[in-house]
């Protein structure tokens, strides 16, 4: 019996192969596709839906941010995106109102609660995969005792630390709103950016740390009184598990942090309270975020509760020769462009000399790779 239950099982898988081959297959389908111009094609099958859209990040110059789709009689949807500058793409399908990554494109990106497809437009030569030696970024897993979960980072090694010899300066990379751990190496690019400078020489060899700043998917505001549970994770266990399994150079002067947007607050939150371990702070696109809503027209506050926690620190005389980087970059089309200038206000009342560089631009991962590319050459100098 158990011969015979075989020999069904595997004449039954034969047939299903055999009737499979003889299928009827669906047209060839190439997505995304990136012409020598610098635009992207984006084609799908799918034949039985009704309306398809691509939704773009970062792709300008769309309507309510989507491309609609053209259904071909093949019943392959295609698009393609206007002419948009060298970088990396965040995008997906709507179809029928549901959302959905490239079926035809194995490149992704994740966020906080969901991923996208990724599509690499070439013709930047800092943070394109050049011809030069290459870190490693590693996917790691550590137990958070603040928060009693495992937890993930990204760490970038740069190239030649798989020899074991030497060690490095450690800096911390905080990503923004709705992102994740994953957001700064995949859409980001840091990984093949730091690798570009470090073989041109323009930056040092260092070690990058790029946590979760989420600590659930709920993107809901933190109250004055709630506890910063990332704070709490970050300076509990992000930084003594690095500290203890990487070879790192100890002391201030040999490590930065730095952050977009919501990670920019972070930023702010966790350097300015623990000054006396970081020398190099990068603020990119964001500030110390107000309690109140962020309305067309309105005027940014700094909450008074947030200079009063940090009091010790931002009035320490004596630490300030020692952080020689309070860095920066907000572009003119930001939404947080009047909070960034409003924090830099509030710094320098405290005695600091912050650097601001206002770009073009917006709220954008196509100026988060440029401050990074011009953040990291300061570093550990």
């Known amino acids: ?52 859209e691509v939704q773009g990040g970062d792709i300008q110059g769309l309507t309510r941010g989507v491309i609609p789709m053209v259904k071909g009689a093949n019943g392959v949807w295609e698009a393609t995106s206007p002419v948009v500058p ?13 959302n959905a990554t490239d079926p035809r494109n194995p490149q992704v990106s994740e966020s906080n609660a969901n991923s996208w497809s990724l599509v690499v437009v070439p013709g930047a030569a800092w943070v394109d995969v050049g011809q030069v030696p290459h870190g490693a970024v590693a ?8 928060l009693n979960r495992n937890r993930r980072m990204h760490v970038y090694t740069p190239p030649g630390y798989e020899l074991g010899k030497g060690k490095f300066p450690l800096f911390y990379l905080l990503h923004g709103a709705s992102d994740c751990d994953d957001s700064w190496t995949s859409v980001g690019r840091a ?34 009184t709630a506890r910063d549970e990332f704070a709490d994770d970050f300076m509990s266990d992000i930084v003594p598990y690095v500290e203890s399994h990487y070879r790192v150079l100890k002391g201030r002067q040999n490590r930065a942090i730095a952050g977009l947007s919501m990670g920019g607050g972070q930023t702010l ?27 067309a027209g309105a005027t940014p506050t700094t909450p008074p509760e947030w200079e009063t926690e940090r009091a010790a620190m931002l009035d320490n005389a004596k630490l300030k020769p020692g952080l020689k980087l309070l860095w920066f970059a907000t ?36 100026n988060w790779r440029d401050y990074l590319n011009e953040f990291a050459p300061k570093l550990f100098r």
């Open 1 to 52: 019996m158990l011969r015979m239950a075989r020999w069904t099982a595997g004449a039954l898988f034969a047939t299903a192969v055999m009737v499979n081959a003889q299928a009827p297959q669906g047209p060839v389908v190439v997505s995304p596709e990136v012409s020598a111009e610098r635009t992207i094609t984006f084609r799908l099958l799918a034949p039985k839906a009704d309306t398809v």
């Open 86 to 98: 060298a970088g990396a793409y965040r995008y997906r399908f709507i179809v029928n109102g549901v």
């Open 139 to 146: 996917s790691v897993t550590y137990f958070s005792k603040s």
């Open 191 to 224: 990984g093949f950016i730091l690798d570009n400078l470090i073989a041109a020489g323009t930056a040092k060899p260092m070690i990058v740390v790029m946590p979760a700043g989420h600590t659930s998917t709920s993107m809901g505001p933190r109250t004055a």
């Open 269 to 295: 939150n966790i350097g300015m309270a623990h000054l006396d371990q970081f020398a190099y702070m990068g603020v990119f696109s964001s500030g110390v975020f107000g309690r109140g809503p962020r309305t």
């Open 331 to 366: 572009g003119k089309d930001d939404f947080l462009l009047g909070t960034t200038k409003v924090t830099i206000e509030m710094l320098k009342k405290h005695g600091f000399e912050p650097v601001f560089k206002e770009t073009d631009g917006g709220h954008t991962w196509l």
